[in-house]
C-alpha cells in the first residue's frame, strides 16, 4: 500500500527544497534543474512542472520566487506556497541582515570608507560595461544614449548625491523613451 505523506511533511519539504536551492544557486534558470530533480516524481509531476516553468518564464518577476509560489501551490495550496517562498526568501534575507550588520559595525573604520569609496568607481564600470553592451550593437549612437552619458558625467564631476542621481534618471527616462 502507498502511502502518501502528511501535509506537513510535503510543508517541510518544499521549505527545505527551495532553501536548498536557493543556498546553491544565485538565479532562476540556474535553479530549475535542481529543483526539477527534487520536485518531479516527489511533491508533483513532470507536467505541473512543465506548466510550472512556462508559467514563472511568462509572468514579470523573480523566476526562482515565481516557481516557489507556483510548486508550492501545486504540491499543497496556500500553505505549500507559504513554505516554499519562506525556503526562497530566507537566504537572501539573511545574507542581507548580515552585511548589514557588519556594515554598521565598522561604519566608523577608516578601512570601511576605503571600501565604500572604492566600490564606487566598480558600480560605475560595471553600468558603463551593461550600457556599453546593450547600445553596441546599434549601426549608429542615437542622441538619447549619448544624452544620457553626458549628464551623468556632470553628475559625477559635480558630486551629486546618487539617490538625487537615480531619481533624475528614472525622470530623464520616463520623458526620453515613453
Given at each position: ?8 511533511i ?7 527544497m ?28 513532470e ?20 516557481l ?43 578601512w570601511?570608507?576605503?571600501f ?9 564600470m ?12 546599434s ?18 564631476v ?7 542621481v ?13
Amino acid at each position: 500500500m502507498n502511502q502518501q505523506p502528511s501535509r506537513f511533511i510535503i510543508w517541510i519539504k518544499l521549505f527545505w527544497m527551495f532553501l536548498k536551492i536557493n543556498l546553491l544557486t544565485s538565479s532562476g534558470p540556474a535553479s530549475v534543474g535542481l529543483l526539477y530533480k527534487d520536485a518531479v516524481g516527489h511533491i508533483m509531476s513532470e507536467a505541473q512542472f512543465v506548466e510550472a516553468v512556462g508559467v514563472s518564464n511568462f509572468l514579470p518577476g523573480s523566476e526562482a520566487l515565481k516557481l516557489a509560489m507556483f510548486v508550492g501551490f501545486s504540491a499543497s495550496g496556500l500553505p505549500g506556497t507559504i513554505a516554499a517562498l519562506l525556503g526562497s526568501t530566507l537566504p537572501p534575507t539573511v545574507s542581507m541582515l548580515l552585511v548589514t550588520l557588519a556594515v554598521q559595525n565598522f561604519q566608523d573604520e577608516p578601512w570601511m570608507n576605503g571600501f565604500i569609496h572604492g566600490m564606487v568607481p566598480a558600480v560605475a564600470m560595471l553600468i558603463s560595461v551593461a550600457a556599453w553592451k546593450l547600445f553596441r550593437g546599434s549601426k549608429s549612437i542615437r542622441k538619447r544614449p549619448l544624452l544620457i552619458a553626458a549628464l551623468s558625467l556632470v553628475a559625477l564631476v559635480l558630486g551629486a548625491p546618487p539617490p538625487l542621481v537615480l531619481l533624475g534618471g528614472g525622470l530623464l527616462g520616463i520623458i526620453l523613451f515613453r
